[in-house]
């Protein structure tokens, strides 16, 4: 098979692949190049999606610098960045494009028509258009969706059976995110037949934070939900601690923002998704054509709950819901 070499794009968190076999699908001595395109900023210490990323390379046999090479690009939370950096993957000549979250899936994917892109957590892959179906995706994209539209209502369900009586409920998201409105609609009818009054506040930047928070104390909110994107979950520490500070119990849709403090959270296991799309990455790698490799739905979901911040917001969940719980955190 011939392998374009074009560019690749990685955003949100991700890693890059390489396989000991790919001498099949690439020249002789030639290491495999994965580009990363990240809309939000470098972490500071380990990644732990970057980390399940690479450990799902390292089980295919892949070693970061030996028969892989991983080159990573940063928007810093600026979205209008992301053409520029997934163009400069393009020139950069990457084999494979990794893509997490869907400000850099349409980046990856408006970049290149040819580059192989492997996106990670898609929120609604078929009905945005980015592949014609979930059996055959069709055209160089492929990898995982995250089934975000269809959770949205299931966490507002949850939020309001670990608070029973809640009637007000906020939610956080960000227009500047495609997928989102998606999540909204969703949010929204689950809230009309739950009978949950919602009050809908937009944040497009980390200064947003504290005004959207200031507007849910003003207009009594009872409950927080978020609809997560890169944004909110490279802020989860600050979004995490103006709700402590607001003693709002909030319903999160990743692990992340409980394991920093976060009352609750139900949703996919990103990590899992990341060591997943390493096997994508294997398969491309070897001659495999994305538009023929199935795009994967989420098989692992979490409910993650951490009781000693239901205990300091003043909170007794209800033993139903405790039961429902693959972790609780005391």
């Known amino acids: 098979m011939r392998l374009t070499t074009v560019g690749i794009i990685v955003t949100f968190t991700l890693a890059l692949l390489a396989v000991p076999h790919a001498s099949k699908a690439q020249p002789p001595g030639r290491v495999p ?24 390379l390292r089980e295919l046999g ?30 950069s000549k990457v084999d494979v494009i990794v893509a997490a979250g869907d400000p850099a899936i349409y980046a990856a994917r ?16 078929v009905g ?27 966490r507002l369900q949850l939020l309001t059976e670990a608070l029973p009586g809640v009637s007000r409920v906020a ?38 934070f504290e005004s959207a928070f200031a507007a849910m104390t003003r207009d009594r909110a009872e409950a927080l939900i978020t609809l997560g994107d ?21 319903m999160y849709d990743v692990r992340e923002f409980v394991e920093a403090g976060g009352l609750m959270a139900y949703g996919p296991s990103l990590a899992d998704l990341f060591r997943r799309a390493a096997a994508y990455v294997d398969k491309i790698l070897k001659g495999g054509k994305p538009g023929t490799l199935p795009v994967e739905q989420p098989m692992k979901f979490e409910l993650i709950i951490d009781l000693k911040t239901a205990r300091a917001l003043g909170l007794t969940l209800p033993q139903s819901v405790l039961f429902l719980a693959d972790q609780v955190i005391q």
Not at 34 to 55: C, D, K, N, T, Y
Not at 112 to 124: C, F, L, N, R
Not at 128 to 152: C, D, F, I, K, W
Not at 179 to 192: I, N, Y
């Open 33 to 56: 190049r994965i580009g990363m395109l990240w809309f939000g900023s470098p972490v500071v210490g380990p990644s732990p999606h970057l980390e399940a990323f690479r450990q799902g």
């Open 62 to 91: 892949y070693t970061e610098g030996q028969n892989i090479v991983i080159e990573t690009r940063h928007a810093a939370m600026r979205p209008a960045l992301l053409p520029d950096l997934a163009a400069n993957l393009v020139l």
């Open 110 to 125: 408006h970049a290149t028509s040819t580059i192989p892109i492997v996106m990670v957590a898609g929120a609604d892959p």
């Open 128 to 154: 945005s258009g980015l592949v014609a179906s979930l059996a055959r995706p069709g055209g160089n994209l492929t990898g995982s969706s995250a089934l975000s539209p269809e959770l949205s209502g299931k």
């Open 171 to 208: 939610v956080l998201w960000n227009p500047a995110d495609p997928a989102k409105a998606l999540d909204v609609r969703e949010t929204q009818a689950a809230g009309q037949a739950l009978g949950v009054q919602l009050q809908l506040l937009e944040v497009r930047g980390p200064e947003e």
């Open 230 to 250: 890169p944004l909110t979950v490279s802020h989860r520490m600050r979004i995490v601690d103006l709700a402590a500070k607001s003693r709002l119990p909030t």
